[in-house]
């Protein structure tokens, strides 16, 4: 739960407001998760997390009328973590995602 409230405020910090009836969010997110949490999701068979942050985190942007900046991915990997820190949410566009791709409100 921790983790999707980590997304879900990561989606919200990053939200432009483009106009009164838009807001644009981005729509790749990463999941850094510490080395050996990461291991244990990959031991005890759970390859389905990803999908279920990306859920989780649709139904958020469905709730406040959020509008993603393409097709919604939540990657998750292994990193070196500081000790203490179990996982590092980031954002952002898909690098192939321009932004004068949008029209423009006038």
């Not at 921790?2 to 990053?14: F, G, K, S, V």
């Not at 997390?49 to 009328?65: I, N, S, Y």
């Not at 509008?67 to 590092?88: F, H, N, Q």
Request: aromatic fraction near 4%; glycine fraction near 8%; proline fraction near 8%.
């Amino acid at each position: 739960m921790e983790l999707i409230d980590a997304l879900r405020h990561t989606c919200d910090r990053e939200a432009v407001v483009c106009s009164e009836n838009r807001v644009v969010v981005p729509n790749a997110y990463e999941v850094e998760l510490a080395a050996d949490v990461h291991a244990e999701l990959v031991r005890s068979g759970c390859g389905d997390v990803g999908e279920m942050l990306t859920d989780a985190l649709a139904r958020h942007g469905r709730q406040k009328d959020y509008e993603w900046a393409g097709p919604l991915t939540v990657r998750i990997t292994p990193a070196d973590l500081p000790a203490g820190e179990p996982y590092r949410v980031s954002s952002g566009p898909m690098p192939h995602v321009r932004a004068d791709a949008f029209p423009g409100e006038g």
